[in-house]
């Protein structure tokens, strides 16, 4: 078992509760508009956890699209099927690594605070771009540090909740929360290596980053 799937499991129904909060729930409906979704779609959401952004997906893609769900932690998806919201003929879960995915020809992949964790983050972007067709779009949804004015000691509180809400080495203090943004910052770079029609917008105080481009 990786230090990932250990992590989330031991979590999974803590996370799916704060995963669920009113405010949480509006990013993640800003996140699916990113993707410009069409009924029919076929849209795959990597590191799904326990399914939340799955209800903003399907609305989008209609009856006709189809919704998948890719996590590596079986307690996670079993959390998400728990949800009637989150479950349908047009849903399906998948066990497996988001960095190589077993889907291939959809219409568009959302990635949501999943990026910070993978080691090598520029090969997972490449591999969602890889699996949509020309045309799609990918988007990514990621915490950061905020330059807002008077962040600076919020910014401090940003280093401790990475540490605990991620996986890895949650001792090592500064190290654990720089290696997350880096892995983020790289992730972004390469997703704008690889799109155009690129989209960036900030929101929750600063806090949250939301990049999104379109796959040629």
């Given at each position: ?53 799955v ?11 189809r ?14 099927r ?22 291939d ?10 990026a ?56 090592s ?27 960036y ?12 481009g379109?796959?040629?």
């Open positions: 078992m990786t230090d990932a799937q250990s992590f989330y499991g031991r979590w999974a129904t803590l996370y799916d509760r704060l995963a669920s909060l009113p405010g949480v729930d509006s990013w993640r409906g800003r996140a699916a508009d990113a993707l410009a979704l069409s009924p029919g779609d076929a849209v795959v959401e990597m590191g799904c956890g326990s399914g939340a952004n209800p903003h997906l399907r609305e989008r893609v209609g009856p006709t699209g919704v998948v769900g890719l996590d590596v932690t079986g307690e996670m998806l079993a959390r998400a728990t949800h009637s919201d989150r479950t349908g003929p047009e849903v399906d879960y998948l066990r497996g690594d988001a960095t190589r995915p077993p889907v020809g959809v219409d568009a992949v959302l990635a949501t605070f999943v910070g964790i993978f080691p090598d983050p520029a090969g997972a972007v490449d591999a969602w771009c890889d699996c949509v067709v020309p045309g799609g779009r990918v988007a990514l949804l990621n915490f950061q540090r905020s330059d807002a004015a008077l962040a600076a000691p919020l910014n401090v509180a940003f280093e401790g909740f990475v540490r605990l809400s991620a996986p890895g080495d949650r001792l203090r500064a190290s654990h929360a720089s290696a997350f943004e880096r892995r983020v910052r790289v992730a972004r770079e390469r997703l704008t290596e690889r799109t155009v029609d690129r989209r917008e900030a929101f929750g105080g600063g806090y949250l980053g939301l990049v999104s379109r796959v040629v």
